[in-house]
């Protein structure tokens, strides 16, 4: 089978607004900050964009942190629940929403390996708590939180507690990433005992005495990113970082430094031990000992900016190039300030909407679908890379909000393709995929049910590429691939109303192969009605089942029907009463589109005892070889189609418009 590109038309603007957006992300790369001046910044190394789901730096080697990549998505509203998740042995992605207050005080949450815990919004709280990583935990992402007040009146010095924000012993492959810190007794950040592969990035630490600190071991073992922090009205380790094999610490900010006049323990880096530190593009402004390393450690810095500091500028060494490990961007001294206020700590955008991966998180389409939680409440993207996917695919309706979307330049790149046929569990169960929950979007994908018809004589011949029940479904250039029965959309029940929306896409067959009882619109696409070879009857493009209290069925409209069939063997539809169900009254419009000569003169017909007569067919200014006016054909009134368009077919008593966004 074949099937044609869709329209792709482009939308009006788009240059103008692709323009736009290059100019913003070139005006917030420069930064201007007033009368700051950045030594001359190498050219940035490849990375990916500043929104990235992926960790950079050293948490990306050595086999790279993914978190709970490929297993379940949850969302926690307490500390039970967060608890639970956090401690399970399989992966998940925990989603924290809203305020989570820790009880007793000072409760740090342990968390195991492959989890990613992540604030949905930017308001998302640990409060009176934090969270702990114990030896041999790995694999974890810690994203868009406060973790905040677990300081203790009256005891800034915090000798007898130890009340981390985040704590790190023998871990390896973690991401602390747009986190806010503020009052913690002890450490906001502890990354202790040799723990390995850690990038800490976009982070706010705040109002704090014992800020960051890495090491606390003689083995000089971790290896660590620090990039794009802020640390502001802090004291001391910021970070200090003990006998680390390499840290990395790159476009930090650095201000409001408290002082307590402290000559010794009030300080910005401080490379400890055998500690080989470089230091990048950084600001320092109204900090003591801004950067500082004992005799045996090394430092090199480069690129960074001073403003009103004093004590220790320490640099010797050779320390090492991070570019051996890893490609980076290095932004501008002078632009560190205006990017790290703007886009450190917990960020709106940030654990919104998910994107799951297929293959990259997991290994089907059906293995991602089952990763959303019942009663999904966010939307989520399931990214399909370029392939072929022999598999069956169900959205259950416990399951709203998701979004099937190819990855690859065009629809036929990424294909969800089987072949049973309605011999093998009736028609239902013959569907490549169904979509049974509502809100659903699929967009640049074929769906294909490549069952062979003419290879085998079976009484349950239909095989359909897809079935919809749920309401408010839309396909974007999309494809359906199939014989009989390609594409049904349809409702739970007969007096239930779903709606759905085909755009810019392709559908081929040739018995009822666009079919159901959901008000559908199909606009500016590509319908296909294969040859069977007949010189008389090659099949019937539409079979709806409308309910008869639904004004609105089936709506195919500024479209192309195509066809190699002989000219007058074709049928634009019949009236499909399902079981011989009266009140399923066929309501059917082809509108402004394009007809092949294989439609038949007389193009509806009956079906099961049924007549066409009786079902609400017509078509409105069709034109092309297959289009005429017979008594046969009926045509709606001019005033008629001013009531039947795409707005009020698909309006329902929501003002549902999916049209309305191109």
């Not at 001046?37 to 929104?51: E, F, H, K, N, V």
């Amino acid at each position: 089978m074949t099937h044609l590109r869709s329209k792709r038309l482009s939308r009006p603007g788009h240059g103008r607004i692709a323009a736009a957006v290059l100019g913003l992300v070139a005006a917030l790369g420069l930064g201007a900050i007033g009368d700051a001046r950045a030594a001359p910044s190498p050219r940035p190394g490849p990375t990916a964009d500043r929104w990235t789901d992926r960790p950079h730096g050293f948490a990306s080697l050595a086999g790279g942190t993914t978190g709970g990549a490929g297993g379940k998505v949850v969302t926690v509203t307490d500390q039970a629940a967060l608890a639970k998740y956090a401690a399970a042995e399989e992966p998940y992605v925990i989603r924290v929403k809203g305020t989570l207050e820790m009880e007793p005080f000072g409760t740090e949450i342990p968390v195991a390996s492959d989890k990613t815990i992540i604030g949905v919004s930017d308001t998302a709280e640990i409060v009176h708590g934090g969270f702990t990583l114990d030896p041999g935990t790995h694999n974890v992402v810690i994203r868009n939180l406060t973790i905040r007040d677990t300081a203790v009146e009256g005891n800034w010095d915090c000798k007898d507690t130890d009340y981390d924000g985040i704590r790190l012993d023998t871990a390896h492959h973690v991401w602390i990433d747009h986190i806010r810190f503020s009052r913690i007794c002890d450490g906001q950040l502890d990354i202790r005992k040799d723990s390995e592969y850690v990038t800490v990035s976009y982070n706010q630490f705040t109002d704090n005495n014992k800020t960051f600190g890495i090491g606390w071991t003689p083995n000089v073992t971790t290896q660590i990113t620090v990039d794009h922090n802020w640390f502001r009205g802090t004291k001391q380790r910021n970070p200090s970082a003990d006998n680390c094999a390499y840290a990395h610490l790159y476009n930090n900010y650095l201000s409001a430094q408290l002082s307590d006049g402290d000559p010794v323990w009030t300080y910005g880096n401080w490379a400890r031990g055998r500690t080989k530190m470089v230091i990048e593009n950084s600001f320092y402004d109204g900090v003591q000992h801004p950067y500082q390393a004992d005799a045996t450690a090394e430092l090199v810095q480069r690129g960074s900016i001073l403003r009103n500091t004093s004590g220790r500028h320490d640099a010797w060494g050779t320390a090492f190039d991070p570019r051996d490990f890893y490609s980076y961007r290095l932004d501008p001294a002078a632009a560190v300030p205006a990017l790290v206020k703007r886009f450190s700590g917990p960020q709106q955008r940030i654990g919104g909407p998910v994107t799951l991966h297929v293959p990259g998180d997991h290994p089907t389409v059906q293995s991602a679908v089952d990763a959303v939680p019942d009663g999904n409440d966010v939307p989520v993207t399931i990214a399909v890379a370029p392939g072929t996917y022999r598999e069956k695919v169900f959205i259950p309706a416990s399951k709203p909000g998701i979004e099937l979307r190819g990855t690859g330049r065009d629809r036929s790149d990424t294909v969800i393709v089987f072949d049973t046929p309605a011999e093998y569990g009736g028609s239902t169960g013959s569907a490549t995929v169904r979509i049974a929950a509502n809100d659903v979007t699929a967009r640049n994908l074929t769906f294909s049910n490549d069952f062979d018809e003419a290879a085998v004589e079976l009484k349950g011949e239909q095989a359909l590429a897809m079935k919809t029940t749920g309401d408010r479904i839309v396909f974007e250039d999309t494809a359906f691939l199939g014989n009989q029965d390609t594409l049904m959309t349809d409702s739970p029940k007969l007096n239930v109303i779903s709606r759905v929306y085909v755009r810019d896409s392709y559908i081929e067959g040739d018995v009822d192969f666009i079919y159901g009882r959901a008000t559908t619109v199909i606009e500016r696409s590509v319908i296909r009605a294969l040859s069977r070879g007949s010189d008389s009857n090659n099949g019937y493009i539409t079979a709806a089942s409308t309910w008869k209290g639904n004004p609105y069925g089936f709506l195919i409209t500024k479209s192309k029907i195509v066809s190699d069939a002989p000219d007058g063997t074709y049928h634009l539809g019949r009236p499909w009463h399902p079981g011989g169900e009266p009140d399923a009254v066929a309501q059917v419009l082809i509108r402004d589109t394009r007809l092949p000569a294989a439609v038949k003169s007389s193009p509806w017909t009956d079906m099961s005892g049924f007549s066409w007569k009786d079902a609400r067919f017509s078509e409105y200014r069709t034109y092309g070889p297959g289009a005429s006016v017979t008594p046969d054909r009926p045509q709606m009134s001019d005033r008629d189609a001013r009531s039947h368009t795409v707005t009020a077919y698909l309006a329902g008593t929501d003002g549902w418009a999916p049209h309305t966004r191109h």
